[in-house]
């Protein structure tokens, strides 16, 4: 079970007082907040539980956290990704410089590539950064996965068109995607991926085409600013969480969810290529709250 501080907090709360103290709500939004929920989030989330605890009659910690279950269960989204046999799929990875993008797309290929029957493509999309061609190209040698690559500073799409062409040749498959995250030059990553975007929504079969983000869990808050900006420019589809064994936090899916009411798909938990896994909403609130700990 994933240890999160916010699990840690509320047990020592409830150690010191109950919900018939006027002060318990009060340090649950401070240990939401903290827990990187976001303010907004927070202040919803206790006022709802202390209008629910009153209206119930709750009080002892296990219908408490049950409650909180149930509210914020509403809250989280999480979503599935199957890619259609027989047609292409193309998955474009956005992200800040720094997230781990070029990992999470080899760790999403090899997971891929276990449980489908057709080819699963890596495109180095990501051509600003010669680093990350290069990163990319050694996971597709470790891991027997195609890259589609093309020099440093060529046309990202073009490398994207490539990519599926290759898959629509092979009779269907999925192409995974790297981009570039130069989010401090925000114009120009912008024009850049929109033009990315239309070039994989042109290629990629009806339904097949998806935008997911890749956010460090450690970064709280700040990973839901970028969700923000971009999903303002060009739409995202579904979050990454990358780093997510080592957050000791983890309340940013419930903003995501509340606020820009995206799911999260995939979760990496740790080095290797194999530590990649579906989020799932009902492990996520049980590690939350420290329910069943």
Request: glycine share 10%; hydrophobic share 45%.
């Amino acid at each position: 079970m994933k240890k999160f501080k916010f699990a840690e907090n509320l047990k020592k709360l409830f150690s010191r007082k109950s919900a018939a103290d006027i002060s318990f709500f009060e340090d649950l939004e401070d240990s939401l907040i903290e827990g990187d929920v976001g303010v907004k989030a927070a202040m919803e989330i206790t006022g709802t539980l202390e209008k629910n605890c009153r209206t119930k009659k709750l009080s002892g910690e296990a219908d408490i956290l049950l409650e909180l279950r149930e509210i914020l269960s509403g809250w989280i989204r999480s979503a599935e990704l199957t890619p259609e046999e027989g047609a292409v799929s193309v998955y474009l990875l956005l992200g800040v410089n720094g997230v781990g993008k070029t990992t999470t797309a080899a760790k999403m290929a090899v997971w891929y590539r276990e449980r489908l029957h057709e080819p699963v493509i890596l495109a180095a999309a990501d051509t600003f950064r010669a680093a990350a061609i290069e990163q990319l190209q050694i996971h597709g040698e470790k891991t027997g996965v195609r890259v589609v690559a093309h020099q440093h500073g060529s046309d990202p799409g073009a490398v994207v068109f490539d990519a599926a062409q290759a898959a629509q040749a092979a009779g269907g498959g999925l192409v995974i995607a790297d981009t570039a995250g130069r989010l401090h030059n925000r114009e120009n990553l912008v024009r850049e991926l929109q033009k990315i975007d239309r070039i994989a929504a042109q290629k990629a079969s009806p339904g097949g085409y998806r935008k997911l983000l890749v956010l460090d869990a450690t970064t709280g808050q700040n990973g839901f600013r970028q969700a923000e900006v971009f999903h303002e420019a060009v739409g995202v589809d579904g979050i990454v969480l990358t780093k997510y064994d080592s957050t000791a936090k983890g309340g940013i899916v419930v903003s995501i969810g509340r606020e820009l009411n995206l799911p999260v798909v995939f979760t990496g938990t740790g080095e290797t290529y194999a530590d990649f896994a579906p989020f799932r909403t009902e492990d996520w609130l049980n590690d939350f709250l420290g329910i069943n700990a």
